[in-house]
């Protein structure tokens, strides 16, 4: 009697360590994904940044040979760089919003993870319970 008692408290350690690394393993992988979240923001900030610098000096280009040229920004001139703060600014909000996007798809499977890591402890318990249960039973 004493023999499958112990066999059932092996499995059901070898049961509860299993399922703790594997939790493990998927408490990792949701990390990684919520890491791969803020990426994505940090890179929609970066990326918009610069956009910003480079219409900054686009446009004092245009303006300073604009001037040079004897042309004030007025009319025509004056609706170009407009236009090019507009094409920019669209740009930038493009760019963060598929950023965005990305990183709320990260959030979900960093959520998939989560979700995961307590279904396997709950299983492994579970599983964990059942040989001894059925091994009381017997005995």
Known sequence: MCNPIIGAVISAAGS??????QAGVAKAQAKIARNNAIAERDRAATDAARER?????RISTRRARTLAGGIDLEGSPLEVVLGEIGDSE???ADNTYAREVRARNH???AN?????????ILGGTLGAIS?????????
């Open 16 to 21: 509860i360590a299993s399922a703790a690394a």
């Open 53 to 57: 610098e480079q219409q900054r000096r």
């Open 90 to 92: 669209l740009r930038i």
């Open 107 to 109: 959030e979900a499977e």
């Open 112 to 120: 998939i993870y989560k979700s995961r890591a307590r279904s396997t």
């Open 131 to 139: 040989p001894l249960v059925d091994e009381l039973r017997r005995g």
